[in-house]
């Protein structure tokens, strides 16, 4: 029997995978519509930009609307609201910054672990004896559909497993190798020590997937947005409209454009601008395909 063939394989396409219905399907293809083209973090940023900048000029703006005594006498509770704002937007930002980079650390960290685990469990594999060469094959196919998963759609970024991919993963995982008949107990062993790297490989995969479809709450980037804007527009109000305070305020909303670049960005590592390098992938399933089983089993 090969790998290909085992009760409940999961071979099932990335590029077409089975369609859902329900609240699982309605998750999919919300995941599906999210666009992670790397201008798109481009045009999101320098939008963030025009609306914080444009708040400021609003503010200055109002300046010849408003009563002089009246911006006078509330200049206090003006400069105290934008001091709260600054602190919020401060903290938050901050947070935001720092969780994007822990995505990012994260996956390659998570990567980089699934080298050796791979190569060990291709190493038992390959002293259990040519009797389970596709299970070989079947490895570095595995890695080719990872490959595709993470880094083979950059339009719609990595694809998350659906249920029922998941549900098949498990399935195989658990049926497969109870179909092996070892023949001495030092094969019993290598079986059982290849087993769970593989379950170590298809969860780790899984989860990396799955950490990547949602990495921040919904709204929270709006919310940022509006207190930037409401920041600059209080500001404005009480900032003296000249060149240089103009300038001033361009150079802020830049900063917190940049803030927000790096923010979708690092949240994306497989997509942006600033992605992991498939090139260990790549020199791994190419060393994969290279390898001839050998005509020595373990005794």
């Given amino acids: 029997m090969t790998y290909e063939e085992a009760?409940?394989?999961?071979?099932?396409s990335i590029r077409a995978a089975?369609?859902?219905?329900?609240?699982?399907?309605?998750?999919?293809?919300?995941?599906?519509?999210?666009?992670?083209?790397?201008?798109?973090?481009?045009?999101?940023?320098?939008?963030?930009?025009?609306?914080?900048?444009?708040?400021?000029?609003?503010?200055?703006?109002?300046?010849?609307?408003?009563?002089?005594?009246?911006?006078?006498?509330?200049k206090g509770s003006v400069g105290a609201?934008?001091?709260?704002?600054?602190?919020?937007?401060?903290?938050?930002l901050g947070f935001l910054v720092f969780t994007a980079f822990s995505v990012y650390a994260t996956q390659q960290t998570e990567a980089q672990g699934l080298g050796p685990v791979i190569i060990e469990l291709d190493v038992l594999l390959e002293e259990y004896g040519p009797d389970i060469v596709n299970v070989r094959k079947g490895l570095r196919d595995s890695l080719g559909r990872a490959r595709r998963r993470f880094f083979g759609d950059v339009k719609h970024g990595v694809q998350a497993h659906t249920l029922e991919e998941t549900r098949a993963t498990m399935h195989w995982m658990n049926t497969y190798f109870d179909t092996l008949q070892p023949?001495?107990?030092?094969?019993q062993r290598l079986l059982v020590s290849a087993r769970d790297l593989v379950k170590k490989f298809a969860e780790t995969n899984?989860?990396?997937?799955?950490?990547?479809?949602?990495?921040?709450?919904?709204?929270?980037m709006g919310v940022v947005v509006c207190w930037a804007a409401a920041l600059f527009l209080g500001n404005g109000?009480?900032?003296?409209?000249?060149?240089?305070?103009?300038?001033?305020?361009?150079?802020?909303a830049i900063a917190i454009a940049?803030?927000?670049?790096?923010?979708l960005e690092l949240s994306t590592p497989y997509t942006g601008?600033?992605?992991?390098?498939?090139?260990?992938?790549?020199?791994?399933?190419?060393?994969?395909?290279?390898?001839?089983?050998?005509?020595?089993?373990?005794?």
């Fill in 206 to 220: 899984m989860l990396m997937a799955r950490q990547l479809a949602n990495p921040f709450p919904p709204y929270v």
């Fill in 7 to 12: 009760p409940g394989y999961p071979n099932v």
């Fill in 81 to 92: 609201m934008v001091g709260l704002v600054t602190l919020l937007l401060a903290l938050v």
């Fill in 18 to 74: 089975p369609k859902t219905s329900g609240v699982w399907g309605r998750r999919r293809r919300a995941l599906r519509s999210k666009t992670t083209d790397p201008m798109h973090s481009i045009f999101r940023a320098i939008t963030v930009a025009a609306i914080t900048f444009g708040a400021s000029l609003v503010g200055m703006a109002l300046q010849r609307e408003v009563p002089a005594d009246v911006l006078t006498a509330s």
């Fill in 183 to 187: 023949p001495t107990e030092r094969h």
């Fill in 237 to 252: 109000l009480a900032a003296p409209p000249n060149a240089v305070t103009i300038l001033a305020h361009l150079a802020g």
């Fill in 258 to 263: 940049s803030a927000i670049f790096l923010i």
């Fill in 273 to 299: 601008l600033i992605r992991l390098s498939p090139a260990s992938l790549d020199r791994m399933i190419e060393g994969l395909g290279k390898i001839e089983p050998k005509d020595t089993p373990a005794s």
